[in-house]
């Protein structure tokens, strides 16, 4: 059964960089692609980034890109999402979804992903 658990979450001031890893366990291999979404206080889930596992192709959401970096190390069944320049309207909680036998679109129902972690709370204060 695929579990994927986040880490790296936590508090962080404006302007610094925390990076969060999700990792696949269960299976031997990361699947077609792992996406990143959040979810703001009282907003709804979001899509964050995007990257195809073998291609390593990506794709962001509406969200300021040069400030987001997605990637994916295949060896290590983990994916991460470095986050630059925080500001505080990117505190929330950050989910890692996979799909195994789908595409990974950010702009879809949640219920397209079968395979979500736990979640990351990601803190950033003025």
Request: charged share 20%; hydrophobic share 30%.
């Amino acid at each position: 059964q695929v579990q994927l658990l986040e880490s790296g979450g936590g508090s962080a001031q404006t302007g610094e960089s925390l990076t969060l890893s999700c990792t696949v366990s269960g299976v031997s291999y990361m699947g077609n692609c792992m996406a990143w979404f959040r979810q703001q206080p009282g907003k709804e889930r979001e899509g964050v980034a995007v990257i195809y596992v073998n291609n390593g192709a990506t794709e962001y959401g509406d969200i300021d890109v040069g400030r987001f970096t997605i990637t994916r190390d295949k060896s290590k069944l983990t994916g991460y999402l470095q986050m630059k320049s925080l500001k505080p309207e990117d505190t929330a909680v950050y989910y890692c979804a996979v799909q195994y036998d789908r595409n990974c679109p950010l702009r879809v129902a949640l219920t397209w992903y079968r395979n979500w972690g736990q979640g990351t709370q990601v803190t950033v204060s003025a």
